[in-house]
């Protein structure tokens, strides 16, 4: 058993969040939309966006439920999807196609 508390420490360093700004602006949301949208108080998405605080894991669950994109995106942990997130849902729609007509053959 680990008892290095060390490890497991989670800073607004080791965070990025800059793909929630990207993501907002892209669904056409302010800041003050998507906090009644998420549930959230007033100054958390603007201070989600500056690093100042850090989403607890049910608000980034909400946030990407919201914005439509997996939490590992939203908090800068998967750059492959980057490309996708940034997609229209009818070219997600199609995406999704083309992996269905691929996995069928």
């Known amino acids: 058993m680990r008892n290095n508390k060390e490890e497991f420490s ?6 990025d969040m800059s793909n929630l700004k990207t993501l907002r602006l892209k ?15 007033n100054s ?16 980034a669950y909400r946030l990407s439920e919201v914005l439509g994109c997996s939490i590992d995106y939203l908090v800068g942990k998967s750059h492959e999807l980057d490309r996708y997130y940034l997609l229209s ?17």
Not at 10 to 15: A, F, L
Not at 27 to 41: D, E, T
Not at 89 to 105: F, G, N, P
């Open 27 to 41: 669904k056409g949301y302010s800041q003050i939309k998507l906090q009644h949208l998420v549930g959230v108080s």
């Open 44 to 59: 958390s998405i603007e201070a989600y966006e500056q690093k100042v605080r850090i989403p607890s894991l049910p608000v």
């Open 10 to 15: 989670i800073s607004k360093e080791k965070i």
């Open 89 to 105: 849902q009818r070219d997600k729609d199609k995406v999704v196609e083309l992996i269905d007509s691929l996995s069928d053959k």
